[in-house]
Structure formats: structure tokens, C-alpha cells
């Protein structure tokens, strides 16, 4: 980030301040393969997100513990796998109950667990509604983008 401007004693960034660093910042993430950004400096706190859909990733480079998983679940299962890299954490806090167990139902939006990126905790939140059927990194273990974190079959209830 650029330091304070000449004459401010706070080293607050002004409007024109904040709004290019949010065009910096943007342009970074477009760059890489940063998918979401989240920043606190002083009073001002950003949170960008892009979406991290296939124009921005090639399927070749994912990691390759993820194609055996992926291709090895059932036709009826789907694996929530991890959008960036850091340490995957079960639970909200150390010694609360998981987020998720195996059995559990889930819906789209739940919390399913969270990853540690740069001091920064980043909930990872179910893109499908299903059963978690395997529950497939542990609690503290370093994941890569892409890296299979859960295995969902259909819902039990869809269907009755």
C-alpha cells in the first residue's frame, strides 16, 4: 500500500485514495488467481470477490490429488473442493463442535468449514444442498486450490 499523502497527520486515504487502491487491488486479482481479498487498514475495511468461474482457470492445473477423488465419486455425488490455498479448519473456534459431519444434511450457503489464508479466516460455504457423505481433509490440514473437502449425495428428503 502507498504511504499517507504530505500534510495528513492520521494517514487516512482520501476518496481518490481508496478508490485507486480498490483499482490496484482489482487489477492484482485479475492478475493472479486470487479469488476473493479481504483487507483492513484503519477505519477502512474492503472485501473483493470475483467470480471464480472456469474462463478463469484451466482444468489442467489443478492439483493432482483432486482429479482421482473427483473421479472416483458416485454420479449422484458432488465434492465441494477448496477455492484457495491455506489451512482448512473444521470448527469456528478450536474445540467447538465441527461445522459439518459426516450424515449431516447441508443446504447451498451453509457453512461447511473455513480456510486460513494469511491470517485471514475465509468461511467456505456449500455450493450444493446434499448429505455430506465423506468428509475428506482433517482439522489443521494445509489445502491447495482445488484440494476435494467434502463429498455431498443427494439429499435425503429431495425426493419423498
Same mark, same amino acid.
Given at each position: 500500500?502507498?504511504?499517507?499523502?504530505?500534510?495528513?497527520?492520521?494517514?487516512?486515504?482520501?476518496?481518490?485514495?481508496?478508490?485507486? $487502491?480498490?483499482?490496484?487491488?482489482?487489477?492484482?486479482?485479475?492478475?493472479?488467481?486470487?479469488?476473493?481479498?479481504?483487507?483492513?487498514?484503519?477505519?477502512?475495511?474492503?472485501?473483493?470477490?470475483?467470480?471464480?468461474?472456469?474462463?478463469?482457470?484451466?482444468?489442467?492445473? $489443478?492439483?493432482?490429488?483432486?482429479?482421482?477423488?473427483?473421479?472416483?465419486?458416485?454420479?449422484?455425488?458432488?465434492?465441494?473442493?477448496?477455492?484457495?490455498?491455506? *489451512?482448512?479448519?473444521?470448527?469456528?473456534?478450536?474445540?467447538?463442535?465441527?461445522?459439518? *459431519?459426516?450424515?449431516?444434511?447441508?443446504?447451498?450457503?451453509?457453512?461447511?468449514?473455513?480456510?486460513?489464508?494469511?491470517?485471514?479466516?475465509?468461511?467456505?460455504?456449500?455450493?450444493?444442498?446434499?448429505?455430506?457423505?465423506?468428509?475428506?481433509?482433517?482439522?489443521?490440514?494445509?489445502?491447495?486450490?482445488?484440494?476435494?473437502?467434502?463429498?455431498?449425495?443427494? *439429499?435425503?428428503?429431495?425426493?419423498?
Amino acid at each position: 500500500m502507498s504511504k499517507p499523502e504530505a500534510g495528513t497527520d492520521s494517514g487516512a486515504l482520501s476518496a481518490e485514495g481508496v478508490a485507486e $487502491l480498490v483499482k490496484s487491488l482489482a487489477s492484482a486479482m485479475r492478475q493472479s488467481d486470487i479469488s476473493e481479498l479481504d483487507l483492513e487498514a484503519g477505519p477502512i475495511s474492503l472485501r473483493l470477490r470475483r467470480n471464480s468461474g472456469a474462463a478463469h482457470h484451466d482444468p489442467a492445473s $489443478l492439483p493432482e490429488p483432486c482429479a482421482p477423488v473427483a473421479a472416483a465419486a458416485p454420479p449422484d455425488h458432488h465434492v465441494i473442493a477448496a477455492p484457495m490455498i491455506g *489451512t482448512f479448519y473444521a470448527s469456528p473456534t478450536p474445540g467447538a463442535p465441527p461445522f459439518v *459431519t459426516e450424515g449431516d444434511d447441508v443446504f447451498v450457503g451453509q457453512t461447511v468449514g473455513i480456510i486460513e489464508a494469511m491470517k485471514i479466516m475465509n468461511e467456505i460455504a456449500a455450493d450444493r444442498s446434499g448429505t455430506v457423505a465423506a468428509v475428506l481433509v482433517s482439522n489443521g490440514q494445509p489445502v491447495e486450490y482445488g484440494s476435494p473437502l467434502f463429498e455431498l449425495s443427494q *439429499t435425503r428428503g429431495a425426493r419423498s
